[in-house]
């Protein structure tokens, strides 16, 4: 994971953080040979991680997001198994993300949302069904407030930051 936290707040930053998801891929167009190699994606998020958000203070976030993505399959189908499996895709994200910035006592809820991540990786189906997959993903989140706790909230209105992430997980082909 990227590190979007200030390294002028050590204090108020998040020691662990944690990103959970599950996805289901749907190989929708494979009887169509000029489609056969693409996918859509569908991902709950859960996640916790820490941002910069304005001189040098730091917020801890939780986030519940949801993710469409398209996939392309460019040498093999994803289907296959007992190779390895190329991708390369783009996903779209919306969800609510609440900060707090222990600093300061300031809390708001935002609404997240990212246009056309960019995720690339190598997924692998063995022949009973269960598989793995390793992904490297770029987003730019844009946080936009619709709560706050108080009047004098010093959370800003709006954040944007990069996500760089890298995953491993498990798959399921049925």
Excluded: C
């Amino acid at each position: 994971m990227k590190d979007n936290e200030s390294a002028l707040d050590p204090t108020h930053g998040r020691a662990q953080k944690t990103d959970m998801s599950l996805a289901m891929e749907f190989h929708l167009f494979k009887r169509y040979p000029t489609m056969e190699r693409f996918t859509i994606e569908w991902a709950l998020r859960r996640a916790f991680d820490a941002v910069a958000v304005h001189d040098g203070l730091d917020a801890v976030s939780s986030e519940w997001s949801g993710a469409l993505s398209l996939d392309y399959y460019p040498f093999v189908s994803p289907g296959i198994s007992q190779t390895n499996i190329f991708f390369v895709g783009t996903t779209v994200r919306m969800g609510r993300t609440k900060l707090h910035a222990p600093g300061d006592n300031s809390q708001a809820v935002y609404n997240a949302n990212s246009f056309l991540g960019l995720r690339s990786g190598i997924k692998y189906n063995f022949e009973s069904g269960f598989g793995v997959r390793l992904m490297a993903s770029y987003e730019n989140l844009n946080l936009d407030k619709t709560e706050a706790n108080n009047v004098g909230n010093n959370l800003p209105d709006i954040i944007n930051y990069g996500e760089l992430k890298f995953s491993a997980g498990m798959t399921y082909f049925f």
